[in-house]
């Protein structure tokens, strides 16, 4: 069994930044070698929406359009933990943010939230226009 926990949310003004961090851990000593270890968001009457993505092995990464340029994915494998850093906020990124892993890391699926195996409790973003 892998666990989740993210911190590091907040209330925050329009265009500040934060940083969200998510630590895996495994009771059986598993590694994170491929995961693919995504961000998603859900904001209230909302579905949940995909934020980004990074793979484990390599640190490539994933990003959805609403997002790209404002917020970078990064991970510490030495720590498992995956970072979200938000910047340039704006009152439309306010939700829950959760961290999801996947075990398998596959490109076509990062954006799908029924491939993750894995998820967090959330933590809440909110941005004050």
């Known amino acids: 069994q892998v666990q989740l926990v993210e911190s590091g949310g907040g209330l925050v003004q329009a265009g500040g930044s934060l940083r969200l961090s998510c630590a895996a851990s495994?009771?059986?000593?598993?590694?994170?070698?491929?995961?693919?270890m995504g961000w998603f968001r859900q904001a209230p009457g909302k579905e949940r929406e995909f934020v980004g993505a990074?793979?484990?092995?390599?640190?490539?990464?994933t990003y959805a359009d609403s997002v790209k340029g404002r917020f970078t994915i990064s991970r510490d494998n030495a720590k498992n933990t995956v970072y979200l850093q938000m910047n340039s906020l704006k009152p439309e990124d306010t939700a829950v943010y959760y961290c999801?892993?996947?075990?398998?890391?596959?490109?076509?699926?990062?954006?799908?939230?029924?491939?993750?195996?894995?998820w967090g409790q959330g933590t809440q973003v909110t941005v004050s226009s």
């Open positions: 999801a892993a996947d075990r398998n890391y596959e490109l076509g699926s990062v954006r799908i939230r029924d491939e993750y195996d894995y």
């Open positions: 495994a009771a059986s000593g598993r590694t994170f070698s491929n995961y693919a």
């Open positions: 990074i793979r484990t092995s390599v640190g490539s990464t």
